[in-house]
């Protein structure tokens, strides 16, 4: 009976543990892209509603790619057209396509 609970117990320890590692990591484990809001939320320390390249130290993104105007911080409107662009995290795990070869048949 010891080692049947104990099964149940490491069950619940793993379950209960990965549930609250994908909260901690939400955007980043699944390859889905952190929003705004989420990002506002868990980074913006100030509470400006704007993310600055401090607050996003850390967090997988690439700053010099979301601050379009280059004013020292990232809004709403900087991070959906960067995002719109292509524009990944470090941490999504997205990979880009590799390249198709290119024929070198002489014939």
Do not use: C
């Not at 793993?14 to 390859?31: C, D, M, P, R």
């Not at 709403?76 to 198709?100: I, M, V, Y």
């Amino acid at each position: 009976m010891i080692k049947k609970s104990m099964g149940w117990a490491m069950a619940a320890v793993l379950v209960f543990g990965s549930q609250a590692w994908a909260k901690e990591h939400e955007g980043h484990h699944n390859g889905s892209p952190l929003t705004f809001k989420g990002a506002v939320s868990k980074y913006d320390t100030n509470k400006d509603k704007k993310l600055s390249q401090e607050e996003l130290a850390g967090s997988g993104e690439d700053f010099e790619a979301l601050d379009a105007n280059k004013d020292g911080s990232v809004d709403a409107k900087e991070w959906r057209s960067a995002k719109r662009h292509g524009h990944q995290s470090h941490r999504s795990g997205a990979k880009t396509a590799p390249e198709k070869p290119t024929s070198t048949n002489p014939m």
